[in-house]
Nanobody, 114 residues
């Protein structure tokens, strides 16, 4: 299983970005896809997850601003980020968890300037 994340960049506070992560390989029909982020000098933290049936979970810091979605036939997970803040800066990683394994993408850098 391989994951390819894209969509990061440099934006001003208040603007939006949309991240995408394409998963290649067999991940079956029951799985969880998610986004995590790691700010400089900090540990990686959960941003949002989405199950194959559509149930979502968000970190409190992004609830109401970020939206996670997925396209199951395309094995793709998205993260729409609105109202970005400088504290959202970091490397964003996607992952997919199945019953057999947890796989990570390479990360995409999001930088939010004030």
């Amino acid at each position: 299983v391989q994951l390819q994340a894209s969509g990061g960049g440099l934006v001003r506070a208040g603007k939006s970005l949309k991240l995408s992560c394409v998963v290649s390989g067999d991940i079956g029909s029951g799985n969880s896809m998610g986004w995590y982020r790691q700010a400089p000098g900090k540990q990686r933290e959960l941003v949002a997850t989405i199950l194959s049936g559509g149930m979502t979970n968000y970190a409190a810091s992004v609830k109401g601003r970020f939206t996670i979605s997925r396209d199951n036939p395309k094995n793709t997970v998205y993260l729409q980020m609105n109202g970005l803040r400088p504290e959202d800066t970091g490397v964003y990683y996607c992952n997919v968890a199945t019953a057999l394994r947890l796989s990570w993408g390479q990360g995409t850098l999001v930088t939010v300037s004030s």
